[in-house]
């Protein structure tokens, strides 16, 4: 497990996503890392899995490309061999970027296993987010004055600053014993 985090628009610092990737440091304790852009900022944990390496370090760039991930793609093996690279890690999420660069949001159909991402195109200055099908993988997010905000974890979204508890989430909680998506405990935090 990883812990992604950031922020887009007006909001972004990087003070604001460290602070963030700290109340994630339990999915990823083996190394941080914090991309930043004009209006944006990405950070991630990581726990190293596929590939030990300091290759494996994230947010991973290609180009103008940045992305965080959390999960694991089974046939990145089968997609790195497709693809032209060059290769510097063995790790799925070089995949990942790699095979967007190539197919953009396309991509996604190929992808097969659990995970949660965020890319930032420095091209367009978009951002592009997903998950699995199934929402395995966690990925929290809550609009900004002007931006978005996103964390494996509501609690890196309570950093910047508090929410009210959501009392209709609070009643599905009582009436069928979780939270259905995309609500969460939380006023203004969705899944």
């Known amino acids: 497990m990883c812990g992604i985090a950031g922020i887009v628009g007006p909001r972004a610092t990087r003070e604001r996503v460290l602070a963030m990737t700290e109340r994630l440091r339990h999915r990823g304790p083996d190394d941080g890392g914090v991309f930043e852009a004009p209006g944006a900022v990405l950070g991630h944990r990581r726990l190293a899995i596929l590939d030990l390496s300091a290759a494996g370090h994230q947010p991973m760039t290609l180009g103008e490309l940045a992305v965080v991930y959390n999960g694991e793609i089974y046939n990145f093996r089968d997609l790195r061999a497709e693809l032209p690279g060059p290769f510097v ?103």
């Open 89 to 191: 890690a063995e790790s799925d999420t070089e995949v990942l970027v790699h095979l967007w660069a190539r197919e953009g949001p396309a991509c996604l159909a190929r992808l097969h296993g659990m995970f949660a991402f965020a890319l930032w195109d420095g091209r367009t200055r978009t951002l592009f987010a997903a998950r699995d099908r199934l929402g395995i993988k966690p990925f929290h997010y809550a609009t900004l004055e002007g931006g978005l905000a996103f964390a494996s974890e509501p609690k890196a979204l309570l950093s910047l600053g508090p929410r009210s508890p959501d009392a209709a989430a609070l009643v599905d909680f009582l009436t069928y014993k979780y939270v259905p998506a995309p609500r969460t405990a939380w006023q203004g935090v969705e899944a």
